[in-house]
Every structure is written in structure tokens, then in C-alpha cells.
């Protein structure tokens, strides 16, 4: 099982941050695996009721680890009243089977959904079985 930790301290985001290129506000958020041998991270910001996933990295070779961050971030917000979820053409271009299975909508900047439609639904695992 894989599971995402969110990062907390201050100087954590602002390192991973720098590692992405993201400019640090107080509006950023990351998560991380739990385990340190499965790649999982991301960063990303909620502002009102708009949520943008910044940066992620994971395993190339299992196609639920990017469902799993975009779902973990969808939640985040959920909790927190976000509504709207945009993800950049340079950030989403790694995951776009993904996100055409979760609703994502494209158009010329990226990837856009509405948190519950994007929240709905089972995951790519049980459409594998």
C-alpha cells in the first residue's frame, strides 16, 4: 500500500520548493510517500476555492501512483472548500491518461475539473480487474 504524508514544516515546502522551481507562499502544500522507495511528491497551492497542482514526481511505471497524488490534493481541498482544479500543461503532460480518466478537461494552458467531479468514481485500479 502507498501512502502520502503531508508536509508540514515551513523549511520542508520551502526545500521542495526550490527543488521544483515554485515560488514558496503560504498557500503551498506538499505531500510525500511514506515509504522512501516508492517516488511519490507533489506541491501544490490552494487559494480560495482554487486548487493548482504545481509540480509532481512519481514512478513512471505505476499508472495509480499519479491518481493517488490527484486525489490526495482533490481531498485537501474538498476539506478546505476548494472547488475549481487546475493542473499546467507542464506538470500534467506526465499524467494525461490519468487525468482524461478522472475528468479532467483540456484546453490551451492545461487541465481543469470541478474537486467532486474529479473526486467521483472508483479508482483506475478496479478498472484494471
Known sequence: ????????????????????????????????????????????????????LLAASFDDDDPLIPELLIR????????????LFYIPDSVGQAMEETLKTMRFEKNETGYCGKVPKVLQGTCRCNDTN
Open 1 to 52: 500500500m502507498i501512502k502520502l504524508l503531508p508536509v508540514e514544516e515551513a523549511g520542508e515546502l520551502e526545500e521542495l520548493c526550490r527543488h521544483y522551481g515554485v515560488a514558496y507562499t503560504p498557500q503551498i502544500h506538499a505531500y510525500i510517500g511514506a515509504d522512501e522507495s516508492v517516488n511519490a511528491q507533489c506541491v501544490f497551492s490552494l487559494d480560495g476555492y482554487r486548487v493548482e
Open 72 to 83: 490526495a490534493v482533490g481531498a485537501y481541498a474538498a476539506n478546505r472548500s476548494g472547488y
